[in-house]
């Protein structure tokens, strides 16, 4: 039996647990494989993480529900709480501190956790701060405790223009920073762009570089987003967010469908149009319009899986550019999106 074999035994066996719910089961199941000699931190990265990942595959389908997704979870926070109680786990700091936090408005916490769980295992002192940290607090700490080194975190693409600030604050204060999750892109690309004085694609690169070492930033005062982003000038990452609310709701106006909707169904397609909006102001903010491509294209997707028509979208997409016809980058961002859209249904 190879080890990959097992440990695809092993992440079926878990997903099955998480799927129904049964937390017991699911703890059990990961401490039964580290009991029969897996390693902790495979156990983390091997079995608890692909889980996750596909949680949110499965919501993304609609395979599972938003309640089945924050079940399945908070199952896996608890299951690495569980694990980090193990003898096996058990390590003495030796390595220093890092501090470990998620940008504030970021929720998703559990890639931060596993991240905080495997620098422990690796023989860090670890602060771990949890989901959505102000960055005053987070500063606050960081002068309180005096780590060797923030690891910060974000899945959440429009949480990039906090992201720059807390990063920039931290810096301020001598920190180096190393960036990870999703938001910061495959590729590390917006972790550069902004600042970060490190980026790390996964839990394992960014405990390698952790004990590599990060030069400390000069402490300098905190400068402003335009010195870093140029194209920041045109002020139109700035007018966008301003009138964010405004340009949802004309745009819910000029869709006709949304008239039919029961009051739920206009909730949620108000709530879609604004993550929009948020899209395209942080594509404005770091000037890429692939971010906001992919985002309608994955947009397009949930809403397919979903039975409601890419055209529902289009339209969407169709009035917001009408409203934002002065705004050069925005009109190109969404033409882009559109002849995207356009070309994958024809």
């Given at each position: 039996?190879t080890v990959?074999?097992e440990?695809?035994r092993?992440?079926?066996?878990l997903?099955s647990a998480?799927?129904?719910?049964d937390?017991f089961?699911?703890t059990?199941t990961?401490?039964a494989?580290v009991?029969a000699?897996?390693d902790?931190?495979?156990?983390?990265l091997d079995i608890v993480?692909p889980v996750?990942?596909?949680v949110?595959?499965?919501w993304a389908t609609?395979?599972?529900?938003?309640?089945?997704e924050h079940t399945?979870?908070?199952?896996?926070d608890r299951?690495i709480?569980?694990?980090?109680h193990?003898?096996?786990a058990r390590?003495?700091?030796?390595?220093g501190?890092?501090?470990v936090?998620?940008?504030?408005?970021?929720w998703?916490?559990?890639?931060?956790?596993?991240?905080?769980?495997?620098l422990?295992?690796?023989?860090w002192?670890?602060?771990?701060?949890?989901?959505q940290?102000?960055t005053?607090?987070?500063?606050?700490?960081?002068?309180?405790r005096?780590?060797?080194?923030l690891?910060?975190?974000s899945s959440?693409?429009t949480r990039?223009?906090?992201?720059?600030?807390?990063?920039?604050?931290?810096?301020a204060?001598?920190?180096?920073?190393i960036a990870g999750g999703a938001?910061?892109?495959f590729?590390g690309?917006?972790?550069?762009l902004l600042?970060?004085?490190?980026?790390?694609?996964?839990a394992?690169?960014?405990?390698?570089?952790?004990?590599g070492g990060l030069?400390?930033p000069?402490?300098?005062?905190?400068?402003?987003a335009?010195?870093?982003?140029?194209h920041?000038?045109d002020?139109?990452?700035?007018?966008?967010s301003r009138?964010a609310a405004?340009?949802?709701?004309?745009?819910?106006?000029e869709v006709p469908?949304?008239a039919?909707?029961?009051a739920r169904q206009r909730?949620h397609?108000?709530?879609?149009?604004a993550r929009?909006?948020d899209?395209l102001?942080?594509?404005?903010?770091v000037?890429?319009d692939t971010?906001?491509?992919e985002h309608v294209?994955w947009?397009?997707?949930?809403l397919?899986?979903?039975?409601i028509?890419t055209?529902?979208l289009?339209?969407?997409?169709?009035?917001?550019?009408?409203?934002?016809?002065d705004?050069?980058?925005?009109a190109r961002m969404?033409?882009?999106?559109?002849?995207?859209?356009?070309?994958?249904t024809?």
């Open positions: 039996m990959t074999t440990l695809d092993e992440r079926e066996r997903w998480v799927a129904g719910g937390e089961f699911a059990a990961v401490l494989a009991d000699g897996l902790p931190e495979s156990a983390l993480a996750q990942a596909r949110g595959a499965e609609n395979s599972i529900s938003v309640a089945q399945a979870t908070a199952i896996n299951v709480a569980a694990l980090a193990h003898p096996a390590r003495e700091p030796h390595l501190r890092v501090a936090a998620c940008v504030d408005g970021e998703h916490a559990l890639p931060a956790r596993l991240l905080a769980e495997v422990r295992l690796r023989g002192h670890v602060d771990f701060l949890g989901a940290v102000p005053p607090h987070l500063v606050a700490h960081l002068h309180q005096g780590p060797d080194a690891a910060l975190s959440i693409p990039l223009p906090t992201a720059h600030a807390t990063i920039t604050a931290c810096q204060t001598g920190m180096p920073v938001a910061f892109g590729d690309r917006y972790a550069r600042g970060a004085d490190a980026w790390a694609p996964d394992r690169t960014a405990a390698e570089l952790l004990v030069a400390s000069s402490a300098t005062p905190t400068h402003s335009v010195e870093d982003l140029p920041l000038v002020q139109e990452y700035t007018l966008v009138t405004q340009l949802v709701r004309t745009t819910l106006g469908e949304v039919g909707y029961t909730q397609a108000a709530e879609d149009v929009t909006v899209f102001a942080t594509a404005l903010y000037d890429d971010l906001f491509t294209r947009h397009a997707e949930i397919t899986a979903r039975a028509p055209a529902v289009l339209t969407a997409l169709s009035a917001l550019r009408a409203q934002l016809t705004f050069p980058r925005a969404l033409a882009a999106s559109i002849r995207c859209l356009q070309e994958e024809t």
